[in-house]
């Protein structure tokens, strides 16, 4: 199996049959890096990351994973190729265990690498992992569906919303789990997220979209200190 080392935008449109979602969008994600994609509801943050594991439709520019298009590569390929994605609500499987769950992400991998993997990161799952995906609460659903994701060992994840319907403290524990994956493994990450001061503070890097376009793609802290103004017109945000 690959380690994607990088994943590039590259003037990249993408949508649904007759709507196009976002246009003209570039980035490049190296791993090791942690990157943040912020915008208002409906600003195409969703699309965005759907494009690249081809759940939306890239319909112009292209995404290449290290240098190579994605386009006409099916999904499984990608991911063999090392690109993981955790979509927005959780992926699991109810019916199965925690562990169950797990193994049904790696198909032929080594299972015992797999849960090691998994439960270093997520400790909670450990000792739930006889228990089935209906009875976890929230934070243990979103952490299994994010161990379902690293345990495939992808160079560049990306995670649509992991915290969304959590509680405060839910939250931290979960990013806490995320930040050690992302330094421990050396996973470059593409984070979409409604909580816009975890992106500030988790990624170096951001993008903002602004109706399906980038307003912003650079270094978070040039964004804090340099354009205040571009975040609080993008995405509502007041004080940074
Ligand atoms: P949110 O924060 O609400 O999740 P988002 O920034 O992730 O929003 P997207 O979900 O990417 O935004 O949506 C971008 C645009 O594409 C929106 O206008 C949305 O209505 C449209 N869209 C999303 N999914 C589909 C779909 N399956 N078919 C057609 N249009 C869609």
New binding site residues.
């Given amino acids: 199996m690959n380690v994607a080392r990088s994943i590039e935008y590259r003037q990249v449109s993408a ?3 007759q ?1 196009r ?2 246009s003209g969008v570039s980035f490049t994600v190296q791993r090791g890096e942690r990157w943040g994609v912020l ?10 990351l ?1 494009a690249a594991v081809g759940l ?1 439709e890239l319909q112009g520019g292209d995404i290449l994973l290290d240098g190579v298009s994605v386009r006409g590569m099916p999904s499984y390929q990608r991911a063999r190729a090392g690109l993981g994605y955790v979509p ?1 609500g959780r992926d699991i499987f109810a019916s199965l265990t925690v562990e169950e769950n797990i193994l049904s992400a790696i198909r032929g991998g080594k299972s015992s690498d797999a849960l090691e993997v998994a439960y270093t990161l997520f400790p909670r799952l450990k000792e739930r992992r006889r228990n089935g995906g209906t009875q976890l609460s929230g934070g243990e659903q979103q952490m299994l569906s994010i161990a379902r994701a690293v345990v495939t060992r992808p160079g560049i994840l990306l995670l ?2 992991p915290l969304e319907g959590l509680a405060p403290k839910v939250r931290q524990e979960v990013m806490e789990s995320i930040t050690r994956m992302a330094s421990e493994l050396g996973v470059g990450c593409v984070l ?1 997220e ?1 909580y816009v001061d975890v992106v500030l503070s988790f990624c170096e890097h951001v993008v903002v ?1 602004e109706s ?1 376009q980038v307003v912003y793609a650079g270094r978070t802290d040039t964004l804090r200190q340099e354009h205040a103004q571009l975040l609080e017109n993008a995405i509502g945000l007041r004080k940074i």
């Fill in positions: 949508g649904y049959g709507t979602a976002v915008g208002r509801n409906g600003a195409g943050k969703t699309t965005t759907a939306s927005q649509d919303e979409v409604q979209l399906g």
